[in-house]
Every structure is written in C-alpha cells, then in structure tokens.
C-alpha cells in the first residue's frame, strides 16, 4: 500500500485512535492498533484483504476475518469508514473524527482501473436531500466515476495503433 505523504504525524493519528476508542467502550488491542495504522499511513482505500497482507508483516497469526470483524468494530465507533468503489467488495479509509484522515469528504473513482481518490470540494459538503422517504439519514456521500488521468492517457497510447491496424488492412 503507498504511504500517504499529506497525512498528519502518524503517532497524534493513532494516541487520537486509542483515546476515540477508550470513551466508546472498545478496547485498543495491537490487532486494531495495526489495522488503524494501515488505514491512516495508505494513500489508497485498501481492501480488507489488502490491509491483512500488510498487517501480516506485523503479526503473522492475525487471520482475514480478525481484519474484517475488527474493520466492523471500527466502522461502528465511526474510527473508519468503508468505500464502494462501483460496488465491488468492501474498500475501507481511516475515519476518525478530528484528524485529516476523517474530514468529510467524497471520492473519484475511475470506472476502468477502479482507483479511488479523495475528493475535497467544500460545495459538495453543502448538498442536502429533500426526499428521504422515511430514511433516517446519517450521512451523505458523493462518489464521481470516471476516467482517471493514468487510464485516459494509456487509452489515448492505444487508440493510434488500433487506427493503423485498420489503415494497414485497407
């Protein structure tokens, strides 16, 4: 997982991690404390299966479903949250409230490579819904799909050559 280079110091993220923990009765344990570690340091929205490989290098014994009950305990304390990109299996982010990483926020998701990126546009956090048909809504997220840069640019590499193949057969 690439390392976020913009995230606030590391260590204020996890003292804020443990002490959010503490006041919502869950108890800090080294599994949580690495899982939350892998989240807040990733500049990318890891699968569970993505932070179990890296929490792994940590503690060898730590099995995938300690990842995903654990990513349920946090996401119920509001210390991560999950992302859908297009629907495919879960995608998680750290989410603490107070620290750069649990700022609201929405994502760019490109529909080819399904890269997620942090979207950060103060209008969108001004979006309201006046139809709620009895929901009880808790949150509010915008998620943009399209063609990331990297995508377009090799799209655009690959185009020319399908045009000389058909120039050529002519």
Same mark, same amino acid.
């Given at each position: ?12 993220? !996890? ?13 800090? @344990? ?35 479903? @300690? ?27 750290? *989410?603490?409230?107070? @620290?750069? *990483? ?13 890269? !997620? ?24 997220? !915008?998620? !943009? ?7 377009? *640019? ?17």
């Amino acid at each position: 997982m690439n390392r976020r280079k913009d995230a606030p110091d590391l260590a204020v993220q !996890v003292a804020a991690f443990a002490e959010h923990c503490r006041t919502r009765g869950l108890s800090v @344990t080294r599994q949580r404390l690495a899982i939350f570690e892998a989240l807040a340091g990733s500049r990318e929205h890891p699968s569970a299966e993505d932070i179990h490989r890296a929490v792994r290098r940590r503690l060898p014994h730590l099995s995938l479903a @300690t990842v995903y009950k654990n990513l349920e305990a946090l996401r119920d304390i509001g210390a991560v949250s999950d992302v859908n990109a297009l629907h495919e299996h879960g995608r998680y982010e750290a *989410a603490l409230p107070g @620290t750069g *990483a649990g700022t609201p926020h929405h994502h760019l998701v490109c529909i080819d490579c399904r890269k !997620v990126v942090d979207l950060h546009d103060s209008r969108l956090d001004d979006l309201h819904v006046s139809d709620v048909q009895g929901f009880e809504v808790r949150a509010l997220k !915008v998620q !943009v799909e399209g063609v990331c840069p990297e995508c377009a *640019a090799r799209k655009k590499r690959q185009r020319p050559s399908a045009n000389r193949i058909v120039n050529a057969s002519r």
